[in-house]
């Protein structure tokens, strides 16, 4: 049985629905469960003096806060105990990777992640988070697909 299950978030109904299925697969086991959400980092394109960077960043820091606040309420209201983990990428970093090694270093012994189930054109461009966190991760990757 698994005793570190991790869990991306990132507020869409995909990850919810992922977060629920970790609910479920804890059950009542003494498994931890961790959720984490990651912010990217804003990085101005132009140099404009009506864009606040300062203030752009801290808005999606409390946004990402917000999404983990949401998933640890679920995880209680389950009868859960979950740790929420809000991680600040440096700018350039790929999602995935700071996934997995999140998973790493915890060490997670499952990630349970959402996918869009995404193909063809949409995959090339916007490209897949899940994807990327199954070819990297430490740990056996338990994807759910949106409905």
Known sequence: MYQHVLVPVDGSQTSDLALRE????????????????????????????????????????DAGLKILARAETAAREAGVS????LIEARAGARIAKVIADEAGAW????????????????????????????RIAPAPVLLIRSR
Do not use: W
Not at 82 to 85: D, G, M, N, P, V
């Open 22 to 61: 970790a609910i479920k697969l804890i059950g009542a086991t003494k498994a931890e469960l961790r959720i984490v959400h990651v912010v990217e980092a804003v990085m101005p394109l132009l140099d404009v003096e009506l864009l606040n960077v300062d203030e752009l960043r801290q808005a999606v820091h």
């Open 107 to 134: 060490p997670a012994d499952l990630i349970v992640i959402g996918t869009h189930g995404r193909r063809g054109v949409d995959h090339l461009f916007l490209g897949s988070v899940a994807e990327g966190v199954i």
């Open 82 to 85: 979950a740790k929420t983990t």
